[in-house]
């Protein structure tokens, strides 16, 4: 069973982009991110307007949801570092290169139409915000994985990862306008996830050994893209408390789907190295079942204990 370099890779997976992205341009639906945000709402900040300095009581969205808009729209500024990855990795020329840019293009929006609307419904403290853009960006962001399958294999289950963040947050922030425009970027996001699924599907039946060891390496190595983010740790547990994305989510909603739409434990025809492979994910998954369940429980302890204790007082 002979091994690929990348640039066969990328030789032999192009007419697969090539038609992923025909499929994507049909199905993509335009949308304009000035639509989404509540303009009426806006009013002067303090500054060379002479406005109103942001309060804490300005904020009708629960903390939760304020922690997870930040986090995800810090993840969206870092998209000049992204374009330089995967433009580095996928390359400019051809059917990569029109994917490159158009994947680009879409991403861009999301950054904007966020921060519009936390600038304009007064969601969070837009001095804090733009700094701690100014430190993440500062720090940039550079891809853990070397080479065309882990990127492809970590894009996969980072774009639904980042869907499912989205969709949760807006639920979470029991504003309908923030449910609606996290929802639209989610649908964005959902077809990214599509387009590099796809494509690491057809790398399975290209190169299957390859492709094996290269999810495992991203599935049990996994990192969201915001990891660098100042004080990341505690902002995800926020997160994870508030069931907007958490242990259990991310194993039911974005590994396990994905995976199974691979086929990977069914796969044929492996070579000794991959087979072993195969056997490191499913035991790392099993692992993750322990821990997910375990991490449910406790937070359902946890509000329980906070209930009785708000019932008796």
């Not at 090539?18 to 335009?30: N, W």
Request: glycine letters at 6%.
């Amino acid at each position: 069973m002979r091994a690929f370099n990348d640039t066969e890779l990328l030789f032999e997976l192009e007419p697969v982009v090539a038609g992923e992205l025909d499929r994507h341009l049909k199905v993509a639906k335009e949308w304009f991110p000035h639509e989404y945000v509540p303009w009426s709402q806006g009013r002067d900040y303090d500054g060379v307007f002479g406005g109103e300095a942001w309060a804490e009581t300005d904020s009708t969205i629960p903390e939760e949801a304020r922690v997870s808009l930040i986090v995800n729209l810090l993840t969206e500024d870092n998209l000049p570092s992204y374009h330089h990855e995967i433009a580095t990795t996928f390359g400019r020329d051809a059917a990569w290169g029109t994917w490159v840019h158009r994947w680009t293009a879409e991403e861009g929006r999301h950054g904007t139409a966020i921060r519009d609307y936390l600038t304009v419904t007064r969601a969070v403290d837009p001095v804090a915000l733009e700094r701690a853009r100014m430190l993440h960006m500062g720090e940039g962001f550079s891809n853990s994985y070397e080479g065309v399958l882990h990127s492809l294999a970590y894009v996969s289950f980072q774009e639904l990862a980042t869907r499912v963040s989205h969709r949760n947050t807006g639920k979470v922030s029991q504003d309908p306008n923030c449910e609606r425009l996290l929802a639209r970027i989610a649908a964005d996001e959902n077809l990214h996830m599509l387009f590099y699924r796809n494509l690491l599907d057809a790398a399975f039946r290209l190169a299957p050994s390859q492709t094996m060891r290269a999810v495992t390496d991203v599935v049990t190595t996994f990192q969201m893209p915001g990891t660098g983010i100042e004080g990341f740790t505690r902002k995800a547990m926020t997160i994870a408390n508030a069931g907007i994305y958490d242990l259990r989510l991310h194993l039911d909603d974005v590994l396990m789907p994905v995976l199974r739409q691979w086929a990977v434990f069914d796969l044929t025809g492996l070579d000794a190295e991959a087979d072993k492979a195969r056997d490191e994910l499913a035991g790392f998954l099993a692992r993750l079942e322990v821990s997910a369940s375990r991490f449910v429980d406790r937070r359902e302890a946890r509000r329980a204990r906070l209930a009785d204790t708000a019932a008796n007082h």
